[in-house]
């Protein structure tokens, strides 16, 4: 059937592709993006309170018991 070359180039490509699927999949679950980070305050008609935005008048009913 096989000689011992073709056997050999098999069983190395064969290795050769599993090692890069792992690889890839290894590398899937890094993330290389950088996070924008918003400040927490007013921008233009909304707040942001580090979790969501609140549009004014939602954020002053909501506060408007606080001080």
Same mark, same amino acid.
């Given at each position: 059937?096989?000689? +011992?070359? +073709? +056997?050999? $180039? $098999?069983? =190395? *490509?064969? =290795?050769?592709? $599993?090692?890069?699927?792992?690889? #890839?999949?290894? *590398? =899937? #679950?890094?993330?290389?993006?950088h @996070? @924008?980070?918003?400040?927490?305050g007013?921008h233009?008609d &909304?707040?942001?309170? %580090?979790?969501?935005?609140w549009? &004014? =008048?939602?954020?002053?009913? !909501? !506060?408007?018991?606080h %001080?």
């Amino acid at each position: 059937m096989f000689d +011992k070359t +073709k +056997k050999s $180039l $098999l069983i =190395a *490509s064969v =290795a050769a592709s $599993l090692g890069m699927g792992l690889v #890839n999949v290894a *590398s =899937a #679950n890094v993330h290389h993006g950088h @996070h @924008h980070a918003v400040k927490v305050g007013w921008h233009g008609d &909304r707040y942001w309170d %580090g979790h969501r935005y609140w549009q &004014r =008048a939602e954020w002053e009913r !909501h !506060h408007m018991h606080h %001080g």
